[in-house]
């Protein structure tokens, strides 16, 4: 499972309390098992997390971005930082929170940094 969030306006939490609202008014709508998973592991991840950490450590990323909204880095974050989710991988305006290794295009510069941070993280 892969979440999107939009961080060009909110930080981490509330972006993540925003897409939790949005697919809550989905599922609603239209009743769907992945969206009700979706809402059950954002609701895990808001209720689990030090958010005051996280925004820290995102912010300090962001600073070395440059603005291609293709680009994505891997965030390197202590284990248990994301509860449950695993990984995170930043862009410019967005990050994806994901259980496994992201599919996602990468900046070709970035690529061999986030491979190296991959086969690391998912051999510990």
């Given amino acids: 499972m892969e979440i999107r969030l939009d961080l060009s306006r909110h930080c981490i939490q509330t ?6 609202e949005h697919l809550v008014r989905q599922c609603l709508k239209v009743p769907d098992q992945a969206t009700e998973e979706m809402i059950e592991t954002l609701t895990d991840f808001l209720s689990q ?6 925004r820290r450590r995102i912010d300090l990323a962001r600073q070395s971005l440059d603005d291609d909204p293709a680009s994505l880095v891997p965030l390197d974050l202590p284990a248990g930082m994301l509860k449950p ?3 995170l991988a930043l ?5 994806y929170l994901s259980h ?5 295009p990468l900046h ?3 690529r061999m940094l986030s491979e190296r941070f991959w086969r690391r993280s998912t051999n510990k």
Wanted: with cysteine.
């Fill in 108 to 110: 070709p510069v970035r």
């Fill in 15 to 20: 972006a993540a309390c925003l897409k939790l």
């Fill in 91 to 95: 862009g410019p305006d967005s990050c």
């Fill in 49 to 54: 997390n030090d958010f005051g950490e996280l």
């Fill in 100 to 104: 496994q290794l992201l599919k996602m």
């Fill in 85 to 87: 989710f695993s990984h």
